[in-house]
């Protein structure tokens, strides 16, 4: 398990990187944490050309705060960092489901644009990124474009992403007002991919209503998926356990678990409705 | 006994070196000029190799060799038989070993084909890519009950059929038995396949020293003076001329006591060739399918009780997946034969089995070896006897174990070490009632589960017992020396893998040397330390190597007290030996030490007393009549989330009885590792195969090994039987703790999950949430 | 194969070498440099036998390319114990509550452990299995482990 030759590029900058990927093509990868890619390499399932190491590029792990409350993190901040930033904090369900992704060793080098451009559907953070209604900022050689992270993810390992295209930053909107959020999964073992997880968001008025609701599963297909029947019907009802109940039957039905060694579709299947339900109920306690 | 070292907690004496990174394992051996092998495997289950071609992988620049079957002209050629099977009356038993490398077919995935020789394994891993082979693709046998069917594809096609081996053994008159029962019970019971997935995978390091005319060679074996031996036979050298050296070894659980690996046959072959040391370390992805498995066995299972739960009698049979090779022969199912009869009183048993050829990887003995099929069989048994005959699970075992006065107790079938499988001491009842009142198995069921039932979780507990055949012959040795220095060595011929045998062999030489164990310097597996004995395997390490090492050690005790009665002109009987020194009982200033002893004892000038030998030294060889049975009970509390279908396991208790206790910390330690791997067996591990034959979780992503949050924190009681048939009373107690952990999970879960009630019993292991799942919904 | 210069700083000492950019960093310290105590186990980042700390942070060395070290600290199991001879605390308590067996494992978890304890001076059971959750052993069952780590915890508490 030792990983096939390749030519290795360390750009300073991000200008640099993204002109070594235009000049390379699908011939190279990205290095970010590198979690996912080596071990790839090392089973010589991925043998790229190159490699374009974005470890040196300044700037390219930022997690700031804008006027407008939206929370801008850099595609190289480290999921350690993210999971333990104050600001990143304003978002606690990105500590929630990060406490999930594999062990501390992995997040202390992984990073969340890698994590998210990997793509697998079994992943956290891209149901995460569907819940909390997140836009991912793509850049190339040719300029910058930015996309919802629902139109981001098309199939297993599969991106938006062109050749030349890095995603460079990821925007997470201010929670609606009376949010609250949560993540759940269940796993084999701890730090397994799920066999199937949720990420909730919904808000509450004064009255104790629910404005607006999200959930987003992942395990549940061949992409992170939202559940927008599950999540339109809580709207307008007070998230009574009936309400729930019938939200997680929704839920249920709109996932499209593919099955597993792990897992059965049907008992993953069952299983979106249980998370969908518990989560349901802790993110409308924490909305309170 | 009143003992000075024996059964105290010392801490290990090999700790220090493994602690700071000064161990030596096989991947550490660095060599000037080494070279790196690396293997082409099969990616088929079973396929026809119609051509190689490695025209271009030689010619890649850092490429030494690139060997094929063909270039391995004489050299090629089966591996041997390691394990023949006991004679038993009646019995098929069809040998077919593996090879170094495959001509003209592959018979499982991962079965090596060609050997790459590179500067670097990265370079021998490029080399692989460059040989391409042309593959026909043959029909795959993967399911054991097809696989005996008429129609079923063979293995190997020179054979009337798939089965390995048949074997039908009895004890008294199953049918009359069953023809007076009041109940007879019938099941049929699934045990999948699983890996030992230790941390250190598989690794061979060959040098031949042309200067020396010696061949060097480092293998993470279980059982290096056996390695020794074939190798010499095998390349045509002396056994003087070959040293095999099984270094520390990171975990070894059986699959590391197979012999040959083809590894080991090709890269000690390839290194005289080439006359450079050759290394190879096998990666964990190979390791998935290069490195035996165990487990898999399908029971039809019979039980006869009479009107108050007595057992009149049991009948098994049961098809057992060998793989594609058995150079194991009927170790692991006869171990499943004989342990399935437990530690009940049972008169009438008959049991027939047969070993099945499958396209899959080798089959032999993993910690357990079989045992814990045997024990899921009757224990599941016994829980469904219970229900039917209406007694609590508890009071029918009670009633069936096998009472004191009984022992030995013969069980007259055929045990793996060729003797009738006899237990040479017990005491069952005082275990059955450690387990229950740690457990609070009253409280449990008068208080506990019902309130936790009113409140809608589902606590469920799990109690069953187990024996388990230990510390089985041929033999072991040891040699002890005093050193001038007056600290001491011991060297026997077996390997270790984490078994304290630094620490407990070094107790059992202090206690008859009057010395510190810190001052006992074990070696293990240097066969130029000590070169007699078997490996280390069957729970006998502390057993038979600890006899021999205690036969030793007591032999240089009287050369000791010899040498120094004539120095102080005394009687024998007159001194003391203690902390490092001989003194006379009563006048402690008249002493001599151990070490001043040793050079009186090796004079340089002078005359030695004819017939007698120089120095304090002394090698005793032990091999017992037959195993020592231990036994043991593990009850544990779960709850489970009715919805996930998860455990959490909230008290584990473990009560075990392995004789005299050597060192209750290292026991503790593998009784605890034990039963690790047992929930990882009986919840978490299952290899997951497709019907062409292809494994779908080879790694250790895939491959659950349990977490330290999936290993509940447990509490070791222990009762002690001491064996008669060695002279320290010890029995082993390496799988014990592995044994009973499924039998355990699988009642346990119906308790908490209230099944029976619903008609619905768990009879397959290993068990998954998802499965779990299934087969609470009546999808059994 | 191009091969690119490298300088790391292993357990305090600046090493020099010049390296292929695909030797895995784990390849490097065992063979370029002769560190065998770190160990690999998997090769695909989920044992956790070859964890060392990188700049203070526990990482896999089998999922880091040895040119990605250039310029940073390392800290591996050999540099844990104060001298030669003698055991720094975290390793004592590993011997004293029977913290290993086969010892494979073993470098790995220290090196996790030893930043554990470092942010968690005072862990809960259930932190430290938390902790360890990463890092397989398949000889002990972790009890003993996590007796080790709370034992060298308490220690550490009481030395300072």
Known sequence: MKPAPFDWHTPGSIEEALALKARFGEEARFLAGGQSLVPAMNFRVAQPAVLVDLNRVVGLDAILAEADGTLSIGAMARNARVERDATAGNHPILAEALHEVAHPQIRNRGTLGGNLSHADPASEMPAVMLALDARFVLRSARGARDMPAASFFLAPLTTALEPDEMLAEIRIPALPRGAGTAFLEVARRRGDYAMMGVAAMVARDADGVCTAARLAFCSAGPTPMLAPRASAALVGTRLTEADIAAAADLARQEVEPMGSVQASPAYQRHLAGVVAARALRLAWERAA | ?780 | MSRIPVTVTVNGVAHRREVEPRLLLSDFLRHELGLTGTHVGCEHGVCGACTIRLDGAPVRSCLIFAVQADGHAIATVEGLAPTRGTLSVLQQAFQDAHGLQCGYCTPGILMTVSAFLEETPDPSEEEVRHALSGNLCRCTGYQHIVDAVLLAARRLREAR
């Open chain 2, 1 to 780: 006994m009143e003992t000075r070292h024996i059964g105290r907690p010392l801490t290990r004496n090999e700790d220090p070196r493994l602690l700071t990174g000064r161990a030596l394992f096989v991947d550490d051996v660095e060599l000037p000029g080494m070279l790196h092998a690396a293997f082409l495997r099969s990616p088929h289950a079973h396929a026809e190799i119609r051509a190689v071609d490695t025209a271009a992988a030689k010619a890649r620049a850092g490429v030494l060799a690139v060997i094929t079957a063909d270039d391995l002209g004489e050299y090629w050629k089966p591996g041997p038989l390691l394990v023949p099977p006991p004679p038993i009356a009646g019995m098929t038993f069809r040998q077919r070993c593996q090879v170094p490398l495959a001509k003209g077919v592959v018979r499982h995935l991962g079965e090596p084909i060609v050997m790459v020789v590179a500067e670097s394994r990265y370079v021998a891993e490029d080399a692989l890519g460059d040989i391409v082979v042309d593959y026909a693709p043959l029909p795959v046998v993967g399911d054991l009950e097809a696989a005996v069917a008429p129609a079923s594809p063979r293995v190997h096609p020179d054979l009337p059929d798939n089965i390995a081996a048949e074997v039908v053994q009895r004890k008294g008159d199953y049918a009359a038995a069953r023809a007076r029962a009041a109940h007879v019970i019938r099941r049929r019971f699934l045990y999948d396949r699983g890996a030992s997935i230790p941390m250190e995978t598989r690794g061979i390091v060959a040098a031949w020293d042309g200067k020396a005319d010696r061949l060097t060679v480092w293998d993470t074996t279980q059982a290096p003076v056996v390695i020794r031996n074939g190798l010499a036979a095998m390349l045509g050298l002396s056994e003087r001329q070959v040293r095999v050296i099984a270094p520390f070894i990171g975990g070894g659980f059986g699959p590391k006591m197979m012999m040959f690996y083809p590894e080991e046959v090709l890269v000690p072959w390839i290194a005289l060739r080439l006359e450079r040391p050759v290394k190879w370390i096998e990666d964990r992805l190979e390791h998935f399918t290069a490195t035996t498995h165990e487990r898999g066995q399908i029971h039809e299972a019979e039980i006869a009780l009479d009107a108050e739960g007595r057992v009149l009698g049991v009948r098994d049979e049961f098809l057992m997946d060998t793989g594609a090779y058995n150079p194991y022969g009927l170790t692991v199912p006869l171990n499943s034969q004989c342990t399935l009869l437990n530690c009940y009183d049972i008169a009438a048993y008959e049991s027939r089995f047969r070993a099945v050829y499958t396209n899959r990887t080798l089959v032999t003995p993993y910690r357990g070896a079989g045992r814990q099929h045997g024990v899921f069989v009757m224990e599941r048994l016994m829980d469904a006897a219970a229900r039917v005959v209406g007694l609590d699970r508890i009071e029918i075992r009670r009633r069936n174990l096998i009472p004191p006065d009984r022992f030995p107790y013969r069980n007259e079938i055929i045990f793996q070490d060729f003797a009738p499988l006899t237990y040479d001491s017990g005491n069952y009842a005082p275990i059955l009632g450690k387990a229950l009142d740690a457990i609070g198995y009253d409280r449990f069921v008068a208080e506990e589960q019902p309130k936790a039932r009113a409140e809608g979780r589902h606590l469920g507990l799990g109690l069953v017992m187990y024996v388990e055949g230990t510390g089985i012959g041929p033999y072991e040795g040891a040699k002890v020396r005093v050193q001038s220095s007056g600290k001491v060595t011991l060297a026997t011929g077996i390997g270790t893998q984490g078994q304290g045998h630094f620490t407990a062999f070094a107790q059992v030489v202090a206690e008859q040397l009057g010395v510190d164990p810190r001052d006992v310097e074990v070696t293990t597996g240097d066969t130029d330390q000590f070169d007699w004995g078997v490996g280390t395997f069957a729970s006998r390490g502390a057993v038979v190597a600890g006899a021999a090492t205690h036969g030793a050690a007591t032999a240089v005790r009287a050369k000791i007290l010899k040498a120094a009665a004539e120095h102080f002109e005394c009687a024998e009987a007159d001194l003391v030996l203690e902390e490092g020194k001989v003194s006379i009982a009563g006048v402690p200033e008249r002493h001599i030490t151990l070490g001043a002893l040793a050079q009186l004892a090796n004079p340089l000038r002078g005359a030695v007393k004819p017939g007698t030998e120089p120095g304090l030294e002394a090698t005793s060889y032990f091999g017992p009549e037959m195993g020592a049975t231990a036994a043991g009970a593990h009850a544990m509390v779960i709850e489970l989330d009715a919805e996930t279908m998860r455990p959490t396991i909230l008290r584990y208790v473990v009560v075990h009885d392995c004789g005299t206790v050597l060192n209750p910390l290292i026991l503790a330690g593998q009784v605890q590792g034990g039963v690790a791997q047992g929930i990882g067996n009986a919840f978490f591990e299952q290899l997951a195969w497709t019907e062409d034959g292809q494994l779908l979780n080879a790694s250790l992503a895939d491959y659950l090994i349990p977490t330290a949050l999936d290993v509940p924190r447990m509490e070791v009681l222990h009762t002690e039987t001491p064996s008669p048939l060695n002279p320290l009373g010890t029995k082993g107690a390496g799988e014990g703790g592995a044994i009973p952990v499924g039998a355990l999970f699988a009642q346990a879960i119906e308790d908490a999950l209230d099944l029976p009630a619903r008609g619905i019993e768990v009879t397959e292991i290993p068990l998954s949430p998802s499965r779990l799942w299934e087969i609470a919904h009546g999808d059994g």
